[in-house]
């Protein structure tokens, strides 16, 4: 647990509950694999290491549960494992969401919505570029973050606000998913698609809608092949 993100989070917002700022760190950890699926969490340790009590880490813990981020055994929490069948429904939900959102988007961008994307693929190419010259040392946590902050921009884009709040409910299950594939670094994966966002920005200046939709279920698709292709679901 992050004790000092923590104690940032508590400070900017004194009245968040601290249950919630449990749950978004352990979260966090989950999908970008500090936590490893089977790994146990433990509700006292985690209650000393923030000096709070094991109240709200017991509420975040059950929330973790709820949403099929950990699992209850013998009384312990651990976090779970890949499901194979969620991970199909995931995958079902985010070909159905992501096109869509982005033929929306191609029409309904705002142009400060388009700049922000550029100024992410920009640092995606570059995070992508760094990867694949450092191999396993690259620390993957800031890909995954501005990969995440990329899909969810275009899905905003689409102004279409309850596809937006759907996609943010379940943000996390789609990106930890996605996320052992950046952890993994299957051969040859960054080099496929390093490229593709800056493309999909250029497809929704242009304002082709039915172009924005193919490409981005083009993209999807590699991340769900790669994934399938090396079983990387079965690796964890």
């Known amino acids: 647990m992050d004790i000092k993100k ?19 760190l ?26 709070i009590s094991r109240s709200p880490v017991k509420t975040a813990l059950e929330k973790l549960v ?11 929490y651990y976090v779970s494992d890949f499901d194979p069948e969620y991970y199909k429904e995931i995958c079902d939900f985010t070909m159905m969401i992501e096109p869509f959102a982005a033929k929306k988007a191609a029409r309904n961008i705002k142009p400060e919505q388009l700049e922000e994307l550029y100024r992410i693929s ?3 190419t570059a995070l992508y570029q760094e990867a694949y010259v450092s191999g396993k040392d690259f620390g993957f946590t800031k890909l995954l973050d501005q990969e995440m902050a990329f899909h969810y921009g ?18 996390y299950e789609v990106w930890r998913f996605r996320g052992c594939l950046l952890y993994s670094r299957p051969e040859g994966f960054f080099n496929t698609v390093d490229t593709d966002h800056r493309l999909i920005c250029d497809i929704l200046k242009l ?9 981005t ?13 090396y079983e990387l679901i079965d690796h964890f």
Do not use: C
């Not at 490893?36 to 433990?42: A, D, E, L």
């Not at 304002?207 to 490409?215: I, K, Q, S, T």
């Not at 279920?217 to 292709?229: A, F, N, P, T």
């Open 66 to 76: 709820d949403r099929r981020f950990a699992k209850i055994t013998n009384n312990r």
């Open 6 to 24: 923590f104690n940032k989070i508590r400070s900017s917002n004194p009245f968040l509950p601290l249950s919630d700022i449990v749950y978004e």
């Open 207 to 215: 304002g082709d809608g039915d172009l924005a939709a193919a490409v």
């Open 26 to 51: 352990l979260l966090r950890d989950i999908i970008s694999f500090r936590l490893h699926p089977g790994t146990r969490i433990s509700e006292n340790a985690i209650s000393q290491e923030l000096s």
């Open 122 to 124: 920009d640092r995606l």
């Open 217 to 229: 279920k083009r993209h999807l698709h590699v991340s769900r092949d790669s994934i399938e292709r």
């Open 154 to 171: 275009v899905v905003k884009a689409s102004g279409n606000g309850l596809i937006s709040s759907l996609y943010e409910e379940h943000k």
